[in-house]
């Protein structure tokens, strides 16, 4: 019995022994890179992973480092370790690891061997697979931003038409209602006009009218028959050219009110006297919505209604912004857009890392 237990650790140590080298020579022949045995991954623990070279799920590379935890950016590439820019995307990071077939030596998952220099064609075909590759990502990154452009624009559409909405009710459910106008400190709203002292009187049962008076008067200089009539034809000529070149001086007594009655009594406004046509338009405008007063109260309900029923369909109802964020989103994981950016980028890849020579 002794006997057999030697022999069956002999074998073990033999095993393990052979295990080693195996593994020795994977690690020499992948210049340090380090590719997992199959019976190392299910040599390790339950629930574990030995960190290592793995399969590429996302097919962009040979191989793919596992850090025992999950699935890293970092893939093999002409014999160097580079970062995958696409991350984790086209492929579920939960996937297992499946180990590169002890059969197939490490050097062949990365290519480690010496490159020989591109020719003249596959210089151009390097050169226009990098241009697909800005091309690729320049169109999905154009309609990344249409997208965001709509998403955008509804938002801005939105906020435009709350602002409208609640300008709107604010001025019908004001005591005052919506600012017509104002004349030299006399404001005039819907319901109200305030006075230039601050006063405030209800705009129903008032009226306004305007009254001038005056006119204008010219005095006329003198002329060199009228001097002469005078008598003054006889005095040195400097004094008749000092009497001819008077100016005709112009005198305006021309006078302008407006006259506003209210319920309360009544105002009176001077006026400069070339303000006749704004003055005479303001006092239209006070009697037209004095007259109207009662009439405006059902439109102001009317529009104070239909300002609420908008700004709660807004605020309620956000389908149309869900919709543009839906579709940005979309267009950022476009399967179209990504599926061309790596086929390009795999043919670059492909084209940088050249032909090994051969032996």
């Known amino acids: 019995m002794e006997a057999q237990r030697d022999s069956h650790r002999r074998d073990s140590d033999k095993g393990d022994s052979q295990r080693r080298d195996r593994r020795d020579s994977q690690r020499r022949d992948g210049q340090g890179s380090r590719a997992v045995a199959d019976d190392e991954v299910l040599n390790s623990r339950e629930g574990e992973v030995a960190p290592g070279w793995y ?6 590379s040979h191989t793919r480092w596992h850090d025992g935890q999950g699935w890293t950016s970092t893939i093999a590439l002409d014999g160097a370790a580079v970062i995958d820019t696409e991350g984790l995307a086209g492929f579920d990071p939960s996937l297992a690891p499946v180990s590169i077939p002890v059969s197939m030596p490490v050097s062949e998952q990365i290519s480690v061997g010496a490159k020989r220099p591109l020719d003249r064609s596959e210089r151009r075909a ?46 019908a459910e004001s005591p005052s209602g919506k600012r017509i106008g104002e004349y030299r400190g006399v404001v005039l709203h819907e319901r109200t006009l305030t006075t230039p002292k601050g006063g405030t009187v209800w705009l129903r049962g008032c009226s306004a009218d305007v009254e001038s008076g005056g006119n204008l008067s010219m005095s006329h200089r003198p002329t060199l028959t009228r001097m002469a009539a005078g008598g003054l034809l006889f005095g040195g000529i400097g004094m008749l050219g ?28 001077q006026c400069p006297p070339d303000d006749g046509l704004v003055v005479r338009q303001f006092a239209m405008a006070i009697n037209a919505y004095a007259r109207d007063v009662d009439a405006n109260d059902v439109e102001r309900a009317a529009i104070a209604a239909s300002s609420r029923s908008i700004i709660a369909r807004i605020e309620g109802d956000t389908s ?20 061309a950016i790596r086929d390009a980028r795999a043919e670059m890849f492909a084209l940088e890392a050249g032909s090994p020579q051969s032996d």
């Open 242 to 269: 000092s009497l001819a070149a008077q100016k005709r001086e112009v005198a305006d007594k021309r006078e302008l009110y407006l006259l506003i009655q209210t319920g309360e009594g009544g105002m009176v406004l």
């Open 126 to 171: 390097l050169k226009d697979a990098r241009r697909a590759v800005r091309d690729a990502e320049r169109a999905h990154a154009m309609a990344i931003a249409e997208a965001h452009r709509r998403v955008r624009d509804t938002e801005i559409s939105r906020s435009n038409q709350l602002q409208i909405a609640n300008t709107q009710l604010a001025e």
């Open 320 to 339: 149309d912004l869900d919709e543009a964020r839906d579709a940005k989103e979309a267009v950022a994981q476009d399967p179209a857009h990504l599926e």
């Open 55 to 60: 399969a590429d799920p996302s097919r962009r």
